[in-house]
């Protein structure tokens, strides 16, 4: 039987997905799980590493049930998957902690002094990324100085991907994006001893595994791990890189022509620009971002707002609550269902929503633990959808602060996530930018990504350039022209935006120091 299908598996936040798509790139089918994760009184978020391994093999059984003879078909498998966080594991391979999610907010302390101390302008120009509390570098930072017990007992320290990974193929490793942006030297690719020395982790550079492109190296399926999915022992398997990065090639970023911003509009907010080449990368006065490598020799500068739907779900799951202690029970798609048109009716600019609903607080395009939401310019005549509509343009002007701290605004705006299916929301969104929006037809973007790397690692293209051509670029929609006069109103918010946003800032700390006091 021909081998004529590639298997990407993307462990979210939310869902653990594994896609099938056929060597054109076309999506052949998907199965999924939902996620699970702990959130904790101290701020932290864990999940359940032996049960995101089990998840992920059920996700594969399930794929082979759904592709007939699917082993016999596959080509290569790919790995993505959620970013930050912390996994430590020992010299067994045995976790020895629930793995720490990106959602984990209880380093805020640390994150705060890394941004601080007198090593931050190594660690920011060397990484070329901004320190903000979701990271490994600043979980170890918090482990080291409260529970070093658990880094007595680690071998490894890896993210969501790389757990998954391992238990795929045997190998501890990471890859040329998540160890870098946190550890290393986004020039050279590879991990930097000053910015270990600098975050004071030297002593923990043993945990670090060796650093893997998984567009030019794969390693093979387990024979254990076989026997666990129902695939072949030997199976190619590659390390994708972060699942933002794989959702940037999978969502039509790597494009050297039009040299595009995408943005992600999912749990987290990511807002992107392509970058041809090392020296093309800009820095911030802020020392805020992300600075990641695509295979080959792009980049992609980004910022990233810590939280996006998230803010949806939580305006939604007010009307839900309310509408529950009436006896009247919703699901929240049952809401998002009507949602656009009654947004689109609802006011612009009816009041200001800074979407900082996260725990977390916010990392960009400033870094602030203790950042939180907040509406301004309420008064009598403000309406349960001038409400929901203020939070779809907080997501906007958000976007708009983002794209202002990379230059200037890109000439087209790629837009994928859980939110790009909202007509409203891309309505507001080329508005508040002011540039044209366009989305792309591939439901499974971060799984595609680590598929394409697998593409070129198998050899059927030579670069990354070309299989985003071949597969990315046919399924760009028509572009969105945004709405000038509706654009005017959001230039009118948005120096208000940034202004109180800004003047928050000692409200946020005081608010911190207040609930310390009655908690």
Known sequence: MTRDLLIGVDAGTSVIK?????????????????????????????????????????????????????????????????????????????????????????????????????????????????????????????IKRHQPELLERAETAMHCKDWLYFNLTG????????????????????????????????DLRRLLPPIVDGAAEAHGLTVAAAAATGLPAGLPVSLGYVDIMCCAMGAGLHDAAVRPGLTVLGSTGMHMR??????????????????????????????????ATLNIDWVLGLAREMLASEGVERELH??????????MAARPGAALFHPYISLAGERGPFAEPSARASFTGLDQTTGWFDIVRAVCEGLALAARDCYAAMGPTPGEIRLTGGAARSAALKTILAAALGTPVRSVAQEEAGAAGAVMMAAVQQ?????????????VTPLLQPPEAPDTGLGAVYDALFGVYLDTRRALVPAWHAMVAARGAVS
């Open 171 to 202: 190998q501890r490793a990471s890859d040329p994006t998540e160890a870098v942006f946190t550890f290393g030297d986004y020039r050279t690719r590879a991990y930097a001893e000053e910015v270990l020395e600098a975050l004071g982790l030297a």
């Open 18 to 142: 594994a896609v099938a798509f056929d060597l054109s790139g076309s999506q052949v089918a998907m199965t999924s799980r939902r996620n699970h994760y702990l959130t904790l009184p101290n701020g932290g978020v864990e999940q359940d590493m032996r049960r995101t391994w089990q998840d992920t093999v059920d996700v594969l059984k399930d794929l082979g049930e759904q592709v007939t003879g699917l082993g016999e078909r596959a080509r290569a498998l790919s790995v993505t998957g959620q970013g930050d966080g912390c996994w430590l594991i020992d010299a067994e391979g045995t976790p020895i902690h629930d793995g720490w999610l990106w959602l984990d907010a209880r380093a805020a302390a640390e994150a705060r002094e890394i941004a601080e101390s007198e090593g931050i302008d190594v660690i920011y120009r060397t990484t070329g990324s901004g320190v903000n509390v979701c990271q490994m570098r600043t979980h170890l930072t918090w």
């Open 334 to 343: 049952d809401l998002l269902a009507s949602l656009d048109d009654r947004v």
């Open 274 to 307: 392509f970058v041809p080449d090392v020296d093309s990368v800009v820095l911030n006065a802020e020392r805020s971002g992300y600075t990641m490598a695509f295979p080959g020799p792009a980049y992609a500068q980004m910022q990233t707002n810590m939280a």
């Open 459 to 471: 050899g059927l293209y030579p670069d990354m350039a070309a299989c985003a051509d071949a597969w």
